[in-house]
């Protein structure tokens, strides 16, 4: 059974940083193009960033300049890299396929950004 497992998150003041890691396991990671989303509170969650099997990426308008997503198809094979962090960033992040079938959530790691 495919199981992820996301950290990295914490506590941060505007502008600080964070980087989030994804473990996979359970599945041929580098066959799938994979995704970060969030949920903030009250809201749905959303994609934020994607890469492709190839390391093509794309993000949300809210993230271009800040976050950068990585892939090494390694143990901890996703990354997101978020810089200058602002509070509208607050959410629960979460790591999973970009398309097609979802995978089973994980638990998400929790990123706040506090003034």
């Known amino acids: 059974q495919v199981r992820l497992v996301e950290s990295g998150g914490g506590l941060v003041q505007p502008g600080g940083s964070l980087r989030l890691s994804c473990a996979v396991s359970g599945t041929m990671f580098s066959s799938y193009d994979m995704a970060w989303y969030r949920q903030a509170p009250g809201k749905q969650r959303e994609m934020v960033a994607t890469i492709t099997m190839g390391g093509r990426t794309t993000y949300i308008d809210s993230v271009k300049g800040r976050f950068i997503v990585s892939r090494d198809n390694g143990k901890r094979p996703v990354y997101l890299q978020m810089n200058n962090l602002k509070p509208e960033d607050t959410a629960v992040y979460y790591c999973?396929?970009?398309?097609?079938?979802?995978?089973?959530w994980g638990q998400g790691t929790q990123v706040t950004v506090f003034s």
């Open positions: 999973n396929a970009a398309d097609g079938i979802l995978f089973p």
